[in-house]
């Protein structure tokens, strides 16, 4: 029975994250695939649906990486607030790259107490071409969020994080901000 109560509970973490998933991308699709909505409606009810479930916060942390060490604290403010606006209008600026695929979850691993890696595939109508997409979930404040999307074997966070050292090692972090404007 104990066996049994903990399996289960441990396969809890990773179902919900799945759930997660798997909600918020049949949610997405059904605003995106919405006639009788404005593209203008879409893209906020988009926003509202990713700065709901992704730790946009963590992200933005995570995308300034040793930088954030150089920056004062005014620096940190405005970043996170310019970086919270640019992840918002990013997503739903994708809109029209949506042609209906399907975006299926097929499995999950947990990797630690507090960290689940999804598994899914997107499935495109048109020509069945398969694209296998990673989210990784995490627990944070005894909230399920998503913090990174790994298409085929690239991390979109790590992918954002590059580009920024580059821009502020180059240019500086006025010109990140102005860029993210």
Do not use: C, H, P
């Not at 990713?50 to 300034?64: E, I, Q, S, Y």
């Not at 405005?78 to 990013?90: D, P």
């Not at 997503?91 to 947990?110: A, C, E, P």
């Not at 899914?120 to 989210?135: A, G, L, R, T």
């Amino acid at each position: 029975f104990l066996i049994f109560f903990f399996t289960s509970f441990a396969n809890a973490f990773e179902k919900d994250a799945e759930q997660l998933v798997q909600l918020t991308t049949d949610n997405a699709k059904k605003i995106i695939l919405d006639n009788y909505k404005k593209v203008e409606e879409k893209k906020k009810e988009i926003e509202k649906i990713a700065l709901n479930v992704v730790d946009v916060d963590g992200l933005g942390r995570f995308t300034l990486g040793d930088n954030k060490s150089n920056l004062n604290e005014n620096q940190i403010k405005i970043f996170s607030s310019t970086f919270r606006i640019f992840f918002a209008k990013n997503i739903s600026s994708r809109l029209q790259n949506y042609s209906d695929q399907n975006i299926q979850v097929t499995g999950s691993k947990k990797i630690s107490e507090n960290y689940v890696l999804v598994n899914s595939k997107m499935i495109s109508k048109k020509d069945n071409q398969e694209i296998k997409i990673d989210w990784r979930v995490f627990k944070v404040n005894n909230k399920l969020v998503i913090r990174d999307l790994v298409i085929e074997g690239l991390s979109l966070a790590k992918t954002q994080r590059e580009e920024f050292n580059s821009i502020i090692s180059s240019k500086g972090f006025d010109s990140l901000i102005a860029n993210l404007n």
